[in-house]
């Protein structure tokens, strides 16, 4: 599996912050991991900044990233 379906696949088990997802994810960079982030914003991933010190952001799966669920399932297998 690639960049973006790697995130979405582990997104699939939930929400996650950047610092988890950074973790589960080895091998890719912060930079590279905020660039798969931001496209898959567009569609397929809600990004939450909640109002503290210091900011604590979020992503979460959209019904749309959702979908995906049975194709990443059949490439893991």
């Known amino acids: 599996m690639r960049g973006r ?7 699939l088990a ?3 912050r950047f ?10 960079s912060p930079k590279t991991l905020t660039d798969r982030l931001r496209s898959l914003e567009e569609d397929m991933v809600v990004r939450v900044v909640h109002a503290e010190v210091p900011p604590r952001v979020e992503y979460t799966l959209t019904s749309r990233g ?3 669920e ?3 399932a ?4």
């Open 66 to 68: 959702r979908a995906v």
């Open 70 to 72: 049975p194709v990443i």
């Open 5 to 11: 379906t790697r995130v979405l696949r582990d997104l």
């Open 14 to 16: 939930g929400t996650k």
């Open 19 to 28: 610092s988890e997802l950074r973790a589960s994810l080895t091998g890719i």
């Open 74 to 77: 059949a490439l893991a297998a």
